[in-house]
């Protein structure tokens, strides 16, 4: 099926529409960040750059290390912006823009996200890190896609009896990370655990500056669902997004997070890029021995 001008929007230069890249400029491995400077902070520790590229707070930056090639790229905050960046680096591998029909050969990304979140649990430290084995999206994103195959219901279910959501107007969606891609890169000196995803920072992570969340009791909650032995970890913006996405498209996806914040004890990181540059450091090192 060919697709319309509407639908596969490319720039004059034939790049995709939002990131401005071309299928030759991004590699199978794709380290996701959300703040476009933190592109560069990840990219200075290639042993050779070959590409940058910019748009808007798409920021993308080509090259190797260790003989692999790796490409890094900026998504922004939340799910929404989870959408474009992962539809429109499937289409780049997965969709012929000569004929604008769907490859029958495509590639399969694997697909690790650095990012930073606060932690729910009082005993997990600022500055540690957080591999999501699950990511539980409030954002409502994979709703919007043919998705019911690659949730989690019974986690989602009981979650909303927790929080006594039945009849609420939200329904939180579940999803699991790549265990393959997970097992590759290296999880044996990391925790693992479940991130929450929500569509906002303030009101949605709970958070009061001068508006009340409607739900005063929201991170308490949160903290102290229990799905046999499952608990939640942290709260972020794109994890669930990116989970959810990846395995509908054929992709591996992990999400790695960076404790910044305590919610619980109310600390926060003394040396936020300090912690941030250990954790691209050991996310290189496993991506360059896998």
């Excluded at 401005?20 to 933190?38: H, W, Y």
């Excluded at 699991?176 to 009101?203: C, E, M, P, V, W």
């Excluded at 591996?252 to 936020?272: D, H, M, P, V, W």
Aim: proline share 3%; aromatic share 8%; glycine share 8%.
């Amino acid at each position: 099926m060919k697709l319309e001008k509407s639908e596969l929007i490319l720039n004059p230069d034939g790049s995709i529409y939002h990131l401005n890249l071309l299928p030759e400029d991004i590699a199978e491995t794709i380290i996701t960040v959300g703040d476009p400077d933190r592109v560069s902070d990840v990219s200075q520790y290639f042993d050779h750059i070959e590409l940058k590229k910019g748009k808007r707070e798409f920021h993308a930056h080509t090259g190797t290390l260790n003989g692999k090639r790796l490409t890094v790229i900026s998504t922004g905050i939340g799910t929404d912006n989870i959408d474009i960046v992962l539809n429109e680096l499937d289409a780049l591998a997965s969709i012929d823009f000569d004929s604008r029909e769907v490859k029958k050969n495509r590639i399969r990304f694997e697909i690790i996200r650095i990012g930073t979140s606060g932690a729910l649990q009082p005993e997990i430290p600022i500055d540690s890190f957080v591999l999501s084995e699950y990511g539980i999206g409030f954002d409502g994103l994979l709703y919007f896609y043919e998705s019911k195959s690659i949730l989690h219901p019974k986690i989602s279910g009981d979650l909303m009896s927790h929080l006594g959501w039945e009849d609420g107007p939200i329904r939180p969606y579940v999803v699991k990370y790549d265990q393959n891609l997970a097992d590759k890169i290296g999880k044996n000196r990391i925790r693992l655990g479940a991130t929450a995803t929500n569509s906002g920072f303030y009101g949605p992570q709970g958070r009061r500056l001068r508006l009340n969340p409607k739900e005063g009791r929201f991170l308490s909650k949160l903290a102290t669902f229990n799905f046999k032995n499952l608990r939640i970890t942290n709260l972020e913006m794109e994890t669930a997004g990116i989970y959810g996405l990846a395995q509908l498209l054929g992709h591996r996806a992990i999400s790695f997070n960076c404790i910044l914040a305590n919610r619980a004890t109310g600390e926060f990181s003394k040396n936020a890029h300090k912690a941030v540059d250990k954790l691209i450091r050991f996310t290189l090192e496993g991506i360059a021995s896998s």
